[in-house]
């Protein structure tokens, strides 16, 4: 199984980015995905998850109406769309699944600074 993120960046307050998570090694379209964060000296936080199918979707309190997330099982990418982005939303953002394991991609660092 391999995860590998991309998207991150530097961007301003109130800007918006949309990561990325590309999955191999197993059959994606099967499996609930996640997205995950951590921010220096802070444990990693669940951030979101995405049923197999999209039929379902969850979010933690602070990103709900200002993130989306979502996936295409056709090219095995799960999706973090970031909106209204705040500097508390600093992290590297990483991705999840659990099939016989945990899996996790090594991250892609999201600064919000202006």
């Known amino acids: 199984v391999q995860l590998v993120e991309s998207g991150g960046g530097l961007v301003q307050p109130g800007g918006s980015l949309r990561l990325s998570c590309e999955g191999s090694?197993?059959?994606?379209?099967?499996?609930?995905m996640m997205w995950f964060r951590q921010s220096p000296g802070k444990e990693r936080e669940w951030v979101a998850s995405?049923?197999?199918?999209?039929?379902?979707?969850d979010y933690e309190d602070s990103v709900k109406g200002r993130f989306t997330i979502s996936r295409d099982n056709n090219k095995n990418t799960l999706f973090l769309q970031m909106d209204n982005l705040k500097p508390e939303d600093t992290a590297v953002y990483s991705c999840?699944?659990?099939?016989?394991?945990?899996?996790w991609g090594p991250g892609t660092q999201v600064t919000v600074s202006s």
């Open positions: 090694g197993f059959t994606f379209s099967n499996w609930l």
């Open positions: 995405i049923t197999s199918t999209s039929s379902h979707a």
């Open positions: 999840y699944v659990f099939t016989d394991r945990a899996y």
